[in-house]
């Protein structure tokens, strides 16, 4: 298995631009969580998806943030307009199952907001 | 949730155990410690978790106190390759949902040669 994916693993981009993150789970899992880490913050938890359906979205910081699951397969983490506090390093992580099982992260998404 | 606390560095001699403590005071009967390990600029790895009993496996051993208001993640021999941020978790079950991990800030741990 090839793990969770990310795509792209660096964007830079300008304040005020749209920022898209994509991530592919590792096939077969049905939660897909998305992280955003900072120097300041450490590992945050932005929000989380069971069977492609949103549970908990509370972590994300605010309007300009939205994520989608169309597929069991397929999510983004989308920031429109993105401002430069929203630099850090996103990551992608799925799991299988409710009981107490591991998430297997993928390698993450450096974003600059210039 | 239960909150973790943990010494933000510590230093290990390569070849010596590396013990790493965590506090979790709060952590309620149906709640697992688990422990995650950031290698630099890669995607937090799991090493292992536990409920109630010490858990050992080719990573590293778990100790969890018989209260269960902390634990300690051993390396047996760290080589310089354990260099990492670990991160010690409580899991949150949430009722007909699922299981969210929230990470603190971490142990730094240096491996010195």
């Known amino acids: 298995d090839a793990g969770v994916i990310q795509s792209p693993r660096h964007e830079v981009t300008e304040m005020g631009q749209e920022v898209t993150l994509r991530c592919k789970p590792i096939?077969?899992?049905?939660?897909l969580f998305w992280y955003r880490q900072t120097m300041m913050r450490g590992l945050e938890l932005l929000i989380y998806?069971?069977?492609?359906?949103?549970?908990?979205d509370s972590g994300m910081p605010e309007d300009r943030f939205s994520a989608k699951m169309p597929n069991a397969s397929f999510s983004t983490l989308k920031i429109q307009p993105s401002e430069p506090r929203d630099s850090a390093v996103y990551f992608c992580?799925?799991?299988?199952?409710?009981?107490?099982?591991?998430?297997?992260f993928g390698p993450g998404t450096r974003l600059t907001v210039l | 949730d239960a909150k973790t606390t943990q010494p933000p560095s510590m230093d290990c001699a390569e070849g010596r155990a590396a013990n790493l403590p965590c506090n979790h005071s709060t952590i309620s009967g149906n709640e697992y410690v688990y422990w995650y390990r950031q290698i630099h600029s890669q995607g937090p790895q799991y090493i292992i978790h536990?409920?109630?009993n010490n858990e050992t496996n080719e990573m590293a051993s778990l100790i969890i106190t018989e209260d269960r208001k902390s634990s300690t993640l051993i390396l047996p021999h760290a080589t310089l390759r354990d260099t990492a941020v670990y991160y010690c978790?409580?899991?949150?079950?949430?009722?007909?949902?699922?299981?969210?991990?929230?990470f603190g800030t971490g142990t730094s741990l240096t491996v010195i040669p």
């Open positions: 978790i409580v899991r949150a079950r949430l009722l007909n949902t699922g299981n969210q991990f929230y």
């Open positions: 536990g409920l109630k």
């Open positions: 992580a799925s799991r299988w199952g409710t009981s107490s099982r591991e998430q297997f």
């Open positions: 096939s077969g899992h049905d939660y």
């Open positions: 998806f069971n069977n492609n359906v949103p549970i908990d």
